[in-house]
T-cell receptor
Framework: DSGVTQTPKHLITATGQRVTLRCSPR?????VYWYQQSLDQGLQFLIQ???????AKGNILERFSAQQFPDLHSELNLSSLELGDSALYFC??????????????FGPGTRLTVL | AQKITQTQPGMFVQEKEAVTLDCTYD???????LFWYKQPSSGEMIFLIY??????QNATEGRYSLNFQKARKSANLVISASQLGDSAMYFC???????????????FGTGTRLKVLA
């Protein structure tokens, strides 16, 4: 158990809908990262938050947005869903002290299926 | 540009034998970190081992060791005494400086699928 929690574990929805994925980082970790992993693909970095503020942005679609709350949990909002958005969405967290030794620990992922 | 390359899409190894999974990287940042993660069929991403760019010795964690060759920019994962439970996807990742001061980013390779044979 990495200490990072994600809910829900599975989500099935229809095209055009909107969903929210939730992540709670490990205790003491200030940074939260979101990744998308499509079938048999590597991880695509979406976005990073550090202590409530957006720090880095990757290949995140405009239909997707995220935020990190004062208690450091984060939510990833996916709207106007398309079939191609079906994927495993990971949240990871790290202390992010600025050291290269900083290690990301991953949550169990949310498997999103868009029908 | 920063890049991680894993050239082996799939590998087979006999149980109890050692196996090496290749990873090469490219970065202009002198300070960086290299990581390996395991993703079993259940889907979770499990951190295995870390190597810092300034570390003089190769990292080891139990049956996992990292063969770090800085001049060649390679960070191969060695799994000794393979077990059936080692069958999984393995990802190499790098952390280095981001585009703006004070930021960092992680990039991942495309992964190597390892199958351990009984």
């Amino acid at each position: 158990d990495s200490g990072v929690t994600q809910t829900p574990k599975h989500l099935i929805t229809a095209t055009g809908q909107r969903v929210t994925l939730r992540c709670s980082p490990r205790s003491g970790d200030l940074s939260v990262y979101w990744y998308q992993q499509s079938l048999d693909q590597g991880l695509q970095f979406l976005i990073q938050y550090y202590n409530g503020e957006e720090r880095a942005k990757g290949n995140i679609l405009e239909r997707f947005s995220a935020q990190q709350f004062p208690d450091l949990h984060s939510e990833l909002n996916l709207s106007s869903l398309e079939l191609g958005d079906s994927a495993l969405y990971f949240c990871a967290s790290s202390v992010d002290t600025g050291s290269s030794t900083d290690t990301q620990y991953f949550g169990p992922g949310t498997r999103l299926t868009v029908l | 540009a920063q890049k991680i390359t894993q050239t082996q899409p799939g590998m087979f190894v006999q149980e109890k034998e050692a196996v090496t999974l290749d990873c090469t990287y490219d970065t202009s940042d002198p300070s960086y970190g290299l990581f390996w993660y395991k993703q079993p069929s259940s889907g979770e991403m499990i951190f295995l081992i870390y190597q810092g760019s300034y570390d003089q010795q190769n990292a080891t964690e139990g049956r996992y060791s990292l063969n770090f060759q800085k001049a060649r920019k390679s960070a191969n994962l060695v799994i000794s005494a393979s077990q059936l439970g080692d069958s999984a996807m393995y990802f190499c990742a790098m952390r280095d400086r981001g585009p703006t001061s004070g930021t960092y980013k992680y990039i991942f390779g495309t992964g190597t699928r390892l199958k351990v044979l009984a």
